[in-house]
Nanobody, 125 residues
């Protein structure tokens, strides 16, 4: 089992910045990748960004490319999502997720086995 705890959500004005953190514990070695997803009210959950634990390779949804940066601190088993130039359409619940043991790249939530409880971000216009 892998436990994930997110922090850093809140209310921010459009154009502002926030940084989310996701602390992982338990059998973290069983996951090769970590991801951030989000779910806006009335919409399906969507992929935001992903990173591999070993190499630090990153990948992003087109909607956040150039504005969001995912990073990891292997020593702390923590993944971060730095969000800049926030827009009202970024308003959503953000979830951290750990990939299953056989996945090395995925934007699909089906390949993520463990999820955090979510943290809410509201971007005011």
């Amino acid at each position: 089992q892998v436990q994930l705890v997110e922090s850093g959500g809140g209310l921010v004005q459009a154009g502002g910045s926030l940084r989310l953190s996701c602390a992982a514990s338990g059998r973290t070695f069983s996951s090769n990748i970590m991801g951030w997803f989000r779910q806006a009210p009335g919409k399906q959950r969507e992929f935001v960004a992903g990173i591999t634990w070993r190499s630090g390779s990153t990948y992003y949804a087109d909607s956040v490319k150039g504005r969001f940066t995912i990073s990891r601190d292997n020593a702390k088993n923590t993944v971060y999502l730095q969000m800049n130039s926030l827009k009202p359409e970024d308003t959503a619940d953000y979830y951290c997720a750990a990939g299953n043991s056989v996945t090395y790249y995925s934007t699909s939530e089906r390949n993520y086995a463990y999820w955090g409880q979510g943290t809410q971000i509201t971007v005011a216009s």
